[in-house]
C-alpha cells in the first residue's frame, strides 16, 4: 500500500513535443505529490508538486493533472527540450509523516533534438 | 545560500567495514533525512533526524544509524557493509514547521562495497 508505481521506464520524445509520466497509488493517505528532475551525478531537484484538493497545477511547460478518484496523476511536459533530458521521479508522502517521501521507479526521458 | 552539502562525494568500502556519511542542510533548514537509491531505482527512505532526535524510520535494518549535531548537520553511519549496499545516498533537508516546505536534496555519496 505504500507503493508509487510509475510508467513508463524510459521515452524517447522529439524537441517540441509532449513528455507524459504517469504515476499510481494505492494508499488514500497520500496528500502531497511533487515530482523530482535528477540529472547524472546531481541529487533530485524539486520541479512541481500538487495536493489532492486540485486537479491538475501548471508551472510553465510543466503540469501535474490529478484524479483522486482513479488515485493516479501524471507530468506534462510540454514543448520538451533537449534540456530537459534526464529521470523524472514521481513521489507520494503520507499526511503527518513528516516529510517522508515514496518515490516511484522513475523515468529516463530523452529528448532528441 | 549554500543548499545542502554532502561528503565525500565517492567511497569505496570493502564487505564487513563501516562506514560514516556526513550532510550539512541547506541555510535555514532544521530536518534532515536521509534516503538510498539504488542503481535505475527511486530512493528509498531510511530515517529523519529533528532536533537531534532520530523521529522516523523506514525498513532498514539496525545496522544503519544516525546522528544529528546541533548545528543540525548529520551523519549516517552504515555497520558491517554488504555487497547491497552499494547505493547513492542522499541527504535531504528541510523545515520542521512549516508543512509546505518542500526536501531539498544533496548531490549524494556514491558508495561502493567490494
Known amino acids: 500500500q505504500q507503493q508509487v508505481k510509475q510508467s513508463p521506464q524510459s521515452l524517447i520524445v522529439q524537441k517540441g513535443g509532449i513528455s507524459i509520466i504517469n504515476c499510481a497509488y494505492e494508499?488514500?493517505?497520500?496528500?502531497?505529490f511533487p515530482w523530482y528532475q535528477q540529472f547524472p551525478g546531481k541529487g533530485p531537484a524539486l520541479l512541481i508538486a500538487?495536493?489532492?484538493?486540485?486537479s491538475e497545477k501548471k508551472e510553465g511547460r510543466f503540469t501535474i493533472s490529478f484524479n483522486k478518484s482513479a488515485k493516479q496523476f501524471s507530468l506534462h511536459i510540454m514543448d520538451s527540450q533537449p534540456g530537459d533530458s534526464a529521470t523524472y521521479f514521481c513521489?507520494?508522502?503520507?499526511?503527518?509523516?513528516?516529510?517522508?517521501?515514496?518515490f516511484g521507479s522513475g523515468t529516463q526521458l530523452t529528448v532528441l533534438p | 545560500d549554500a543548499g545542502v552539502t554532502q561528503s565525500p562525494t565517492h567511497l569505496i568500502k570493502t564487505r564487513g567495514q563501516q562506514v560514516t556519511l556526513r550532510c550539512s542542510p541547506k541555510?535555514?533548514?532544521?530536518?534532515v533525512s536521509w534516503y538510498q537509491q539504488a542503481l535505475g531505482q527511486g530512493p528509498q527512505f531510511i530515517f529523519q533526524?529533528?532536533?537531534?532526535?532520530?523521529?522516523q524510520r523506514g525498513n532498514f535494518p539496525d545496522r544503519f544509524s544516525g546522528h544529528q549535531f546541533p548545528n543540525y548537520s548529520s551523519e549516517l553511519n552504515v555497520n558491517a557493509l554488504l555487497l547491497g549496499d552499494s547505493a547513492l545516498y542522499l541527504c535531504?533537508?528541510?523545515?520542521?514547521?512549516?508543512?509546505?516546505?518542500?526536501?531539498?536534496f544533496g548531490n549524494g555519496t556514491r558508495l561502493t562495497v567490494t
Open positions: 494508499n488514500t493517505a497520500f496528500d502531497y
Open positions: 535531504a533537508s528541510t523545515i520542521q514547521g512549516f508543512s509546505n516546505s518542500p526536501l531539498h
Open positions: 500538487i495536493r489532492p484538493d486540485v
Open positions: 513521489a507520494a508522502r503520507i499526511s503527518g509523516s513528516a516529510r517522508q517521501l515514496t
Open positions: 533526524y529533528y532536533e537531534e532526535e532520530e523521529r
Open positions: 541555510s535555514g533548514h532544521d530536518t
